[in-house]
């Protein structure tokens, strides 16, 4: 028999604003509150105020000294 706190749909901080939000099909915007609010995380992300921790891209500028000097050690 299922219980009454599992009928009710989870609730959550937005993680914009930290609004509390239901998680349910009735909120689109879900895990945020509102369209704003997601926009403006979106928007973090494409100035990259919100990265993902990790090792530095790969500078391609020197792609090309890198390649050829995989050949010479690959014996080619």
């Keep these: 028999m299922p219980s009454a706190d599992s009928d009710r749909p989870l609730e959550i901080a937005c993680p914009q604003c ?4 239901r998680w349910s099909e ?5 895990p945020f ?3 704003r609010c997601r926009l403006l995380d979106l928007g973090a992300w494409a ?3 919100h990265r993902i921790a990790g ?3 790969m500078d391609e500028a020197n792609i090309d000294a890198w390649l050829a000097q995989a050949d010479r050690d690959g014996g080619g």
């Design 18 to 21: 930290r609004k509390t939000v």
């Design 47 to 49: 100035d990259e105020s």
């Design 33 to 35: 509150c509102s369209k």
């Design 26 to 30: 009735d909120n689109p915007y879900r």
């Design 55 to 57: 090792e530095p891209a």
